[in-house]
């Protein structure tokens, strides 16, 4: 018993030195990395930009020491700003230490209307007369698509090259849902409205399939008529290589078909670019990545500006998840907030959101309206700015977008499920009610609706809806009836929502912000990025907590995690819904 003692007792204390030793040794890590980024960051002469596009790239990400962290298993996720990139690549044009640009992307994680945005960039940097040199083991078809700018596009003499044009796989719960005996019950508005058909159909509806065909041909024409202008080729000459699935090709055959100019390995490719920066073979070529290239601050040499103009981001699914998306009270206090700042002359409000919650909707709707009141304010799309991410874009005085952005699917619904069989008949488990009123048990989720429910619901949905086209025809000087017909919760690309008046102009955020100046005549301005980034170390924190928990759930699910997550969102939904009918991800 007094060995047991001892021994406890020792061990006691060595795990109270050790939680002592490894809090310290925490903090030091921490102070050694927030030094590390005060220093300054040193562009050397000759040097080169690169864009190898490893992270995520979202609209604003915070410039942190902690991207890529990992520590036994729990990591925090890389991601990089589009903002940080398109000002990056600006800056870069007129900066003297940089010679050109080397783009190596085998893959991007981003939409195609991010990398067009990306890629009209590059286009206006070439007219600096600077290099763009790009080269590659593999490129995917929207990493093809980028680096189709380039002056030269090299590529492994064992390389892949990723060409096959666009397709839309769904998947459909019904099946499963009905052997787990739960029943989705459907109220909606919209022949298009297509985010029910995976709960009630096995298979795409025949207006499905013809919004994803028409939306599908708009993307790929756009990148298809991009690439053959850089690549001096003709669209049938592109779609006819997409047919043959370039991606089986030899190297050399896509040197002869004029996707590739030479064939060349790394080290060959590193001295290429040591010719062109003028560096001698032994050495090494100054290079800078985006990350940090972006702390570099571009001097204007006007001293402080008072006019500004305010980009604000609306990012993610509206009153989404309790960690990430667009939290409708925060963001309409940012844009209160912006419309009563008289430094602020024009907002530019950057949506890139599938939508969500038709009443967080209605909320940023109202004070982009209030907004539009006192001062210009432009709507630039992203990738995705559909359902209630139109709902909130509706009321401003221009809506900008790119080609092949995502928008439309104007409608809502509201999904109840009935999981009575279940839990009666399957798992045994039953449920008496005792109400004070006739419909006290409302909207259960363990019988059918009952004709009254219906009723109720469907006629709440209907003047959601009439609210909701009654805000677009507002905006776009529209009637409601013009709305409807184009509405109905139809997905649109812009190229056609241009056509029909849902879109204004072709253009990324920074012809937006050139259009608000314009709007707001002021020659001499700054830029002020809304809402304000949270502390760094919080954000790490919360990236920890989020990835700690999803690493399992990725562990044990692998491809079928996305499924999960899409029917977690489903789960967590609150209210009737003004969303895209499925995430939209092109490869």
């Known amino acids: 018993m007094k060995d047991f003692l001892k021994y406890m007792l020792a061990t006691i204390v ?28 040193v562009v050397e002469d000759n040097s080169v930009l690169i864009l190898d596009f490893k992270n995520e790239i979202v609209e ?16 925090s996720s890389g991601k990089t700003g589009l903002d940080n990139i398109l000002e990056s690549i600006e800056k870069a044009k007129t900066d003297d230490q940089i010679k050109g640009i080397y783009l190596c992307p085998s893959g991007i994680q981003a939409g195609v209307a991010t990398v067009e945005e990306i890629r009209k960039a590059l286009i206006d940097f070439k007219e600096s007369g600077k290099f763009v040199y790009a080269y590659g083991d593999s490129f995917s078809q929207k990493a093809y698509y980028l680096v189709s700018v380039a002056d030269q596009i090299a590529l492994n003499p064992q390389g892949m090259l990723e060409l096959k044009g666009l397709s839309s796989v769904r998947t459909f719960y019904k099946k499963a849902l009905e052997k787990l005996g739960v029943e989705m019950q459907i109220i909606r508005h919209g022949k298009f409205k297509a985010a029910v058909e995976p709960f009630i159909r096995e298979d795409m509806s025949p207006e499905n399939k013809l919004q994803t065909q028409t939306y599908l041909n708009s993307v790929w024409s756009a990148m298809v008529e991009d690439i053959a202008a850089s690549r001096k080729l003709s669209p049938e000459a592109i779609n006819q290589l997409a047919d043959s699935v370039t991606m089986f090709m030899p190297a050399e055959e896509l040197v002869k ?13 590193i001295n290429t670019l040591k010719e062109l920066t003028g560096i001698d073979m032994e050495d090494d070529v100054p290079a800078i990545g985006v990350d940090k290239y972006a702390k570099v601050p571009a001097s204007s040499g006007k001293g402080l500006i008072r006019d500004k103009i305010a980009v604000i981001y609306a990012e993610g699914d ?8 667009i939290k409708s009270e925060a963001l309409s206090r940012t844009i209160r907030e912006a419309r009563r700042d008289s430094s602020i002359k024009a907002i530019v409000l950057r949506v890139n959101s599938p939508g969500g919650s038709a009443y967080g909707s209605e909320v940023i709707w109202r004070e982009v309206k209030l907004a539009k009141e006192t001062k210009p304010v432009i709507v630039s799309m992203g990738d995705v700015a559909a359902s209630g991410g139109y709902y909130i874009s509706a009321a401003a005085d221009t809506i900008m977008a790119d080609r092949t952005t995502i928008t439309g699917s104007i409608g809502i619904f509201g999904m109840i499920p009935n999981a009575g069989e279940l839990l009666n008949d399957k798992l045994g488990i039953t449920e008496d009610v005792v109400s004070t009123n006739a419909n006290s048990d409302l909207l259960s989720v363990t019988r059918p609706l009952t004709g009254f429910e219906r009723s109720k619901m469907q006629a709440y949905i209907e003047r959601g809806y009439d609210t909701f086209i009654g805000r677009v025809a507002d905006g776009r000087t529209m009637t409601k009836e013009q709305v409807d017909e184009i509405g109905q919760g139809r997905v649109w690309a812009s190229s056609n929502a241009k056509e029909i008046g849902l879109v204004d102009l072709y253009g990324g955020v920074t012809d937006a912000v050139k259009l608000a100046a314009q709007m707001a005549k002021l020659e001499d301005y700054r830029i002020t990025k809304l ?31 996305k499924l999960y997550e899409q029917l977690k969102n489903v789960v967590n939904s609150k209210g009737i819904l003004a969303r895209m009918p499925y995430d939209i991800k092109f490869e």
Do not use: C, H, W
């Open 14 to 41: 060595g795990l109270i030195i050790a939680g002592i030793v490894g809090f310290f040794l925490l903090i030091g890590v921490f102070s050694a990395i927030m030094s590390y980024t005060d220093k300054p960051v």
């Open 60 to 75: 604003r990400a915070a410039n942190t020491p902690f991207d890529d962290f990992s520590f036994n298993g729990f990591y």
């Open 257 to 269: 078909a004029g996707l590739i100019d030479t064939l060349m390995y790394k080290d060959e490719m």
């Open 318 to 325: 509206i009153d989404g998840t309790d960690t990430d998306g």
């Open 531 to 561: 809402p304000k980034l949270k502390d760094p170390l919080e954000e790490l924190l919360k990236d920890l907590t989020g990835e700690a928990q999803s690493f399992f759930m990725e562990r044990e699910l692998g491809d079928q995690y």
